[in-house]
T-cell receptor, first 115, second 112 residues
């Protein structure tokens, strides 16, 4: 299995809703990432988990809350989002260590619309 | 500061060769990646360079010169389906070991 699976593929939520994005990989990767991507822009790093511990938080607002229940799963809990948070949310994984050229494997993303 | 530059748009003809350049200025260097991204889809890993020189993978090649802070992606025998955005990304080192610094992407249009 060489894939990163993200659910749901599309999500529409109101500003008072609570929802969660899910990400799963079974490649034995020990680093997992959440990215946010707006149209015609590169991915913007939000969080990095290494060995199930949060190692990087790029000053993301607290309305985004990540969780890594185990080495294969990564969640992003959403609460009280704003319309400007509408974007493609990408999960990625990599063999950790920060070295090596295996690349980052991205999931197909969740297209989030906040209304 | 940290900066990655690549052309915004390029056009090429089906069957031709195209070279997409990337220059970077970063506080550390631990590898350079090229990704392909079709609109609305996830980025797909194409290549990785950490030492100077050329890496070849079929019709795709990537070159790196660390002293010049320069890389290029070479695509041969272009196919229509390769119309996409091509993203250059540099991995930092030390405290930024797991962070990629991304260029804004080059939108490539392959015409018949």
């Amino acid at each position: 299995d060489t894939e990163v699976t993200q659910t749901p593929k599309h999500l529409v939520m109101g500003m008072t809703n609570k929802k969660s994005l899910k990400c799963e990989q079974h490649m034995g990767h020990r680093a997992m990432y959440w990215y946010k991507q707006k149209a015609k822009k590169p991915p913007e790093l939000m969080f990095v988990y290494s060995y199930e511990k949060l190692s990087i938080n790029e000053s993301v607002p607290s309305r985004f809350s990540p969780e890594c229940p185990n080495s294969s799963l990564l969640n992003l809990h959403l609460h009280a989002l704003q319309p400007e948070d509408s974007a493609l949310y990408l999960c990625a994984s990599s063999q950790d260590t920060g070295t090596g050229g295996s690349g980052y494997t991205f999931g197909s993303g969740t297209r989030l619309t906040v209304v | 500061g940290q900066n990655i530059d690549q052309p915004t748009e390029m056009t090429a003809t089906e069957g031709a060769i195209v070279q997409i350049n990337c220059t970077y200025q970063t506080s550390g260097f631990n590898g350079l990646f090229w990704y392909q991204q079709h609109a609305g889809e996830a980025p797909t890993f194409l290549s990785y360079n950490v030492l100077d020189g050329l890496e070849e993978k079929g019709r795709f090649s990537s070159f790196l010169s660390r002293s010049k802070g320069y890389s290029y992606l070479l695509l041969k025998e272009l196919q229509m389906k390769e119309s996409a955005s091509y993203l250059c990304a540099v991995r930092g080192n030390a405290g930024n070991n797991r962070k990629l610094i991304w260029g804004l992407g080059t939108s490539l249009a392959v015409n018949p």
